[in-house]
């Protein structure tokens, strides 16, 4: 993943490694994912280079993985881009970007409540 200024943003591979893992209805694999991407290029990535992007987004925290075997199972760790970028503010910007969505004019009394809460749910 890159970085642009202080949101998290994708590469072009990583996005569609979410892509096949938000698709997919249950954990897959690196296999899975690369049999996916395969399928709709020309020239075929290497199960190496899937293997490592897979790696790289569960260790930035966008996938899930459970060993399974010698091998991972992965799930996505949030449900969208969005959610991603959003999670990445916050863990950057903490309890300021709570406090700043909160504090907006324009949010409705139930969100700012939902605000307050998962600021002191979180840890």
Excluded at 21 to 27: F, G
Excluded at 45 to 54: D, G, H, I, R
Excluded at 89 to 100: E, P, Q, S, Y
Aim: a neutral charge.
């Amino acid at each position: 993943m890159s970085r642009k200024g202080d949101v998290l943003a994708l590469g072009p591979l990583e996005s569609e490694i979410m892509r096949v893992c938000w698709d997919a209805d249950t954990p897959v694999t690196v296999r899975d994912v690369l049999g996916t991407l395969n399928a709709a290029r020309s020239r075929p990535l290497a199960y190496t280079t899937v293997m490592t992007s897979m790696g790289r987004l569960a260790d930035k925290g966008a996938l899930d993985r459970t060993r399974v075997g010698r091998g991972f199972m992965y799930t996505p760790a949030v449900a969208d881009e969005a959610a991603l970028a959003v999670r990445e503010v916050l863990r950057t910007h903490g309890n300021a970007a709570i406090t700043h969505f909160a504090a907006e004019a324009s949010v409705d009394p139930g969100l700012r409540d939902r605000l307050r809460r998962l600021l002191e749910d979180s840890p």
